[in-house]
């Protein structure tokens, strides 16, 4: 393979890593390959980071490998983009079980984090429908099914560490049609905005919440709950993009606030029902190429925990100090979850989900680290594909089943050559 000696990024974009970089054409060209693999980089902290070392980028090897139309078992490599996954095979009446809100994430990316999706409260992540994994470590390969419990568990959301993933099995699942019928409704406040979720049906349900909204109306937003069905796929405008990065007044307080008002209202008093793409459904921003660079220069951060059930007012008291706080961008999510999680440490967890966007200024991270503080003290985990500020201590104070992950991966990787920042910043491989 050849290396190339670059600069790159998670997609927050405020920490950044140099080092030598390879694009393998075929799977041919791994055999003497030994480094972290990346893909599209759409994890948001340091998890794809390799600061000083080398990493492989997969994109190129993206290539479907079978597809049984009576099971529905797709075996696909690991470089193949999520939403080209759809663009194939919904027409066909197939669809991926699970989705994250971008279509640019790998199906490798997706092991190696788990995803969950707006289906999660019914269909649990995407690695609970992976039937087998095709790895390379060091000069073997080796194909890993469920009966590999512990090698199995410490892949699916294992950040990568097993070994690089050539290629995997996934269960896709049937579709009425290449299209969704949406169903959006208001809720006014966050006692109705949970009980929107939590009286949900439908087989997709997200809410957008207003985290910039306080008092009275603190935690409203928009709940949307979907169903694919048969029709035209609506026409789809070409993909725009950020070509600069925003001046650092373009996120203001009083700029987001104006701008969640209007988003708000932009659904009517009575709901709406309304047909869109899949691409339009799963992957909104998708259709802003870069959209990252709305944040300026110096990037941005997420926060996203999950809490139980019975912690759903920690989670309020939450969303109160971020809406006081005058950081929240207008990307701020919730979503109610179910039980289903793949690996040790997968992030799903029986309960509700808050995901939010921060500038990184200089009031960040003080204002994530007791989000954080608090999320432990209610017995919730954070997302490590959305983290870039997090403790080691606090990571495994939240994923009890961490000391069996560092076992199984230090076993499958004795050298640590496939650590990132993520896992050196986080000292996951390291003993208690």
Not at 261 to 272: K, N, S
Not at 341 to 352: I, Q, T
Not at 395 to 415: E, F, G, L, S, T
């Amino acid at each position: 393979m050849r290396w190339k000696t670059d600069s790159y990024a998670g997609w927050g974009r405020a920490l950044r890593a140099t080092g030598d970089l390879a694009r393998p054409d075929r799977r041919a060209d791994l055999d003497s390959a030994i480094a972290p693999a990346i893909g599209k980089r759409r994890s948001y902290g340091d998890a794809a980071l390799n600061d000083g070392g080398r990493a492989i980028d997969m994109t190129r090897l993206d290539s479907i490998l079978s597809f049984d139309e009576d099971t529905g078992l797709l075996e696909i490599e690991a470089g193949m983009q999520l939403g080209d996954i759809v663009r194939v095979f919904s027409p066909r009446g197939w669809l991926p079980p699970v989705l994250p809100g971008t279509g640019f994430a790998t199906v490798g990316g997706a092991i190696g984090m788990d995803v969950h999706g707006k289906n999660h409260h019914n269909a649990g992540s995407f690695g609970q429908h992976v039937t087998r994994i095709r790895l390379l470590q060091g000069d073997q390969r080796r194909t890993i099914t469920p009966r590999n419990r512990a090698l199995w568990q410490a892949t699916l959301g294992g950040l990568g560490q097993t070994g690089i993933i050539l290629s995997a099995t996934i269960q896709m699942k049937r579709c009425a049609g290449p299209v969704m019928t949406v169903t959006e409704r208001r809720a006014e406040g966050w006692d109705e905005h949970i009980a929107m979720l939590d009286a949900s049906t439908a087989s997709y349900c997200v809410g957008w919440i207003d985290a910039t909204a306080t008092g009275q109306a603190l935690g409203r937003g928009i709940v949307e709950e979907a169903e694919p069905a048969r029709g035209l796929i609506p026409r789809r405008g070409a993909p725009k993009a950020v070509p600069l990065d925003a001046p650092h007044f373009a996120l203001s307080a009083p700029i987001v606030k104006a701008f969640n008002a209007l988003y708000y209202r932009r659904v009517p008093d009575h709901g709406r029902t309304v047909v869109r793409s899949m691409p339009d459904f799963f992957f909104p921003l998708d259709k802003i190429h870069d959209w990252n660079r709305l944040y300026g220069k110096r990037g941005f951060h997420q926060f996203q925990c999950v809490v139980p059930l019975g912690e759903k007012d920690r989670l309020r008291d939450m969303l109160d100090l971020i809406a006081g706080s005058g950081l929240a961008s207008p990307l701020a999510v919730l979503k109610r979850m179910g039980a289903g999680r793949a690996g040790y440490l997968s992030f799903p967890m029986e309960g509700y989900t808050l995901a939010v966007d921060f500038p990184a200024r200089a009031e960040a991270p003080d204002l994530i680290a007791t989000l954080e503080q608090m999320t432990v003290a209610a017995g919730g985990r954070l997302y490590l594909a959305k983290d870039a500020l997090a403790t080691g201590e606090r990571i495994k104070a939240m994923y009890p089943d961490w000391p069996k992950w560092r076992d199984a991966v230090n076993a499958a990787d004795p050298d640590h050559l496939l650590e990132t920042d993520m896992t050196r910043r986080l000292t996951l491989r390291s003993p208690a």
